[in-house]
T-cell receptor, first 114, second 114 residues
Framework: AQTVTQSQPEMSVQEAETVTLSCTYD???????LFWYKQPPSRQMILVIR??????QNATENRFSVNFQKAAKSFSLKISDSQLGDAAMYFC???????????FGSGTQLTVLP | ETGVTQTPRHLVMGMTNKKSLKCEQH?????MYWYKQSAKKPLELMFV???????ENNSVPSRFSPECPNSSHLFLHLHTLQPEDSALYLC?????????????FGDGTRLSIL
């Protein structure tokens, strides 16, 4: 069974600094996809970034980037120039190309300090 | 405009009540999902619908009954719930039900069982 592990229940970062959130996963599949979702207090889950396993290049979306280490099965999220609006629960998620569902980690609560 | 709208936002009900949660998506997607989010736990997939056909049912108790009358609407009918069913219920949609499609989430319904 596939599992997704986020080992940091809580993290904090100073405004304008950089923070990295960790995620590891366990799979025997070769065709899979990884996602980071953000859930602010408004509760809506918002897609932050997505990585296809067949792509070696790390995905980037503005201040958000990932460090995808396929051999280590690691998928960390780096947030640069942190802003107060980045404060949220961040979930790492995994799926395969043929699957019908996402497998989520337990989340990391990020606090941004002014 | 989130694209995925859930009502009600909050619901308090007794264990003998019958109520329904509603989800509507305005994105032209063909797949819709119900998730349960409990405190300190990863999101749990409950049901998946693709083109109004249920394609996944993750061993959910029969006191939860989904209904998908068309590709834009999804309901979760609730009956004789238990206190442990108190949680945030999230609806999501995606273009197709294959895993590589990013899912778009609603704001959720916070359900409290008395």
């Amino acid at each position: 069974a596939q599992t997704v592990t986020q080992s940091q229940p809580e993290m904090s970062v100073q405004e304008a600094e950089t923070v990295t959130l960790s995620c590891t996963y366990d799979t025997s599949e070769s065709d899979y996809y990884l996602f980071w979702y953000k859930q602010p207090p408004s509760r809506q889950m918002i897609l932050v970034i997505r990585q296809e396993a067949y792509k070696q290049q790390n995905a980037t979306e503005n201040r958000f980037s990932v460090n995808f280490q396929k051999a280590a099965k690691s998928f960390s999220l780096k947030i640069s120039d942190s802003q107060l609006g980045d404060a949220a629960m961040y979930f790492c998620a995994y799926t395969t190309g043929s699957a019908r569902q996402l497998t989520f980690g337990s989340g990391t609560q990020l606090t941004v300090l002014p | 405009e989130t694209g995925v709208t859930q009502t009600p936002r909050h619901l308090v009900m007794g264990m003998t009540n019958k109520k329904s949660l509603k989800c509507e998506q305005h994105l032209g997607h063909n797949a819709m999902y119900w998730y349960k989010q409990s405190a300190k736990k990863p999101l749990e997939l409950m049901f998946v619908y693709s083109l109004e056909e249920r394609v996944e049912n993750n061993s959910v108790p029969s006191r939860f009954s989904p209904e998908c009358p068309n590709s834009s609407h999804l309901f979760l009918h609730l009956h004789t719930l238990q206190p442990e069913d108190s949680a945030l219920y999230l609806c999501a949609s995606s273009p197709h039900h294959r895993g590589n499609q990013p899912q778009h989430f609603g704001d959720g319904t916070r359900l409290s069982i008395l």
